[in-house]
Structure formats: C-alpha cells, structure tokens
C-alpha cells in the first residue's frame, strides 16, 4: 500500500518524528555547552584508568576464581551475614569499655555466645586455605576446578 505521494506509509515523517530530533538534537547541544576541555579530559582520563583496571582484574586468576565462587548463592548468604557481623562488630567495639586482659577476660570471652562458632569458622577457613596452598605448591602454583 502507498501514500498519495507514492511512497510507503513508514517511510513518510511525522511531525512528532521531527520534533523528537529537534528535542534531542537541543539535548545535545545542551551537554556539549555544559561540558569544559576539563570536565572531558578528566572523563576520558577517568574512562581509560577504568578500561585499563578492568583488563588487569580480568587477568588476575585469584580474583576471578574469587568473583565466581562468591557468585553461589550459598556464599553470598554468608557474605551478608559477614557484612552484618561487620557493621555490628564497629558499633560494639566504640562503645565497649576497653579489655581489662588476663586470664579472666579470656574466660568471660569464652563463655559468650557465638565465641566458639566464631572460633570454629576461622578454623574451618584456616584448614581449608592451609589445604589449597599445600596443592597450589604441590602442583606449581595453578590450580583448575
């Protein structure tokens, strides 16, 4: 089907398309007005410091293993946990009065709850990492999962 003129109806502009371009062509010349030599060369120096981290983190094999074990949705439970603990351990240590120590402070620290979860997580870490690093140095330093 074609227009009086000849020409198909989707090739034909309206005068809304017309306005839209006027729009953004405004737009643009607007952000290229606000924009100084200064603000585009920090822009482009910032971009190319951006592009230049991201090939060194993409490169980096502990950081992407990292990046892809704490993408589980398991480990990211524990990491919201952790973030919790840590927001909570920065409240609670400025306002405790500071550790007398001794043996009786090791004690009433022992007794607490969550001590020994606590103590057992670490361990269960420390075993855990302790294992790897025998293997990374057992078979040379890499190490696929």
Do not use: F
Request: hydrophobic residues 40%.
């Amino acid at each position: 089907m074609t227009t009086p003129t000849g020409t198909p109806p989707e090739a034909q502009v309206s005068a809304d398309d017309l306005k839209r371009i006027a729009e953004l062509a405004s737009l643009y010349a607007a952000a290229q007005d606000a924009l100084t030599d200064d603000m585009v060369s920090r822009l482009a120096s910032a971009m190319s410091e951006g592009i230049t981290l991201l090939d060194r983190m993409t490169r980096n094999e502990g950081l992407m293993r990292l990046l892809q074990v704490l993408d589980h949705p398991d480990v990211q439970c524990h990491l919201i946990s952790l973030a919790d603990s840590v927001g909570k351990i920065t409240r609670e240590m400025a306002t405790a009065p500071p550790s007398k120590g001794g043996l009786t402070g090791i004690l009433k620290l022992a007794m607490e709850p969550g001590t020994q979860e606590g103590l057992r997580a670490m361990s269960i870490v420390g075993k855990h990492w302790g294992e790897g690093l025998r293997e990374l140095h057992r078979i040379g330093g890499k190490k696929n999962r």
